[in-house]
């Protein structure tokens, strides 16, 4: 679900979702232009970026005969598009697995507060939530240790891996007390700190990636490692 122009670059995105045998839909009724992120790379190799982004989601897709909806990042957290997004999601039926990633950009998202309060209602009907050391820094820089705890009183199960190595998982008894939410899994995972981690579009494997260059599969079910992948390129 996605939004591009009958532009020149949304022709160029049309062309490369069809060859690679993607189904999508379009979620406006506009024709407004193609989002676009120009990058500038300065003499030290560092980049700067111009975003143009528009984000409507005035027309949503049909969800009926999917078992698993993910959302995240920009889609699920920039307005307008957002708040269409998450009216979408407190619709879905509860035998809808939904998995939710905030994945926060600060640059490209509303103020902390809106984006806070954003979050909060995904994570109020995400049945998994995956969350970094960095999405709890910028969205509790109060408390960013205290982060998976105060989503757990909104109503989710919580997927976090971090500096630690570990991967953990939290399970949602209480609201009143997020405190007493049992740790299910706490699980070494890598030599190195995790820094990324998502799931498969099906929602039945998750897939961590460390420092120590390695990549592994886990099932979703019980967080049993299936399969890993060594000295990946940097």
């Not at 920039?78 to 997004?85: C, D, F, I, N, W």
Request: charged share 25%; proline share 7%.
């Amino acid at each position: 679900a996605t939004e591009f122009a009958d532009d020149a670059y949304g022709r160029l995105i049309d062309d490369h979702l069809r060859n690679a045998e993607v189904a999508w839909v379009h979620t406006t009724s506009s024709n407004e232009p193609t989002s676009t992120a120009r990058a500038r790379i300065g003499r030290d190799g560092s980049a700067t970026y111009d975003f143009d982004l528009r984000w409507v989601f005035d027309a949503p897709p049909r969800t009926d005969g999917f078992s698993v909806v993910h959302v995240g990042s920009v889609g699920a957290l920039r307005p307008p598009g957002a708040l269409g997004v998450i009216d979408l999601v407190e619709s879905l039926p509860r035998d809808v697995l939904v998995t939710f990633d905030p994945n926060i950009r600060p640059a490209l998202l509303p103020p902390r507060e809106q984006t806070r309060e954003l979050v909060e209602r995904f994570t109020a009907r995400a049945n998994l939530v995956k969350l970094s050391d960095e999405d709890a820094d910028w969205l509790y820089p109060e408390d960013p240790s205290g982060a998976p705890a105060r989503l757990l009183a909104h109503g989710a199960s919580i997927v976090a891996g971090g500096a630690d190595s570990n991967i953990r998982v939290w399970r949602f008894v209480s609201r009143e007390k997020p405190e007493i939410n049992p740790m299910v899994v706490a699980r070494f995972a890598h030599e190195g700190a995790i820094v990324r981690m998502g799931f498969s579009p099906d929602g039945s494997t998750l897939v961590s990636l460390a420092e120590d260059r390695t990549i592994k599969a886990w099932r979703a079910d019980d967080y049993t490692e299936v399969q890993a992948w060594g000295d990946q390129p940097d």
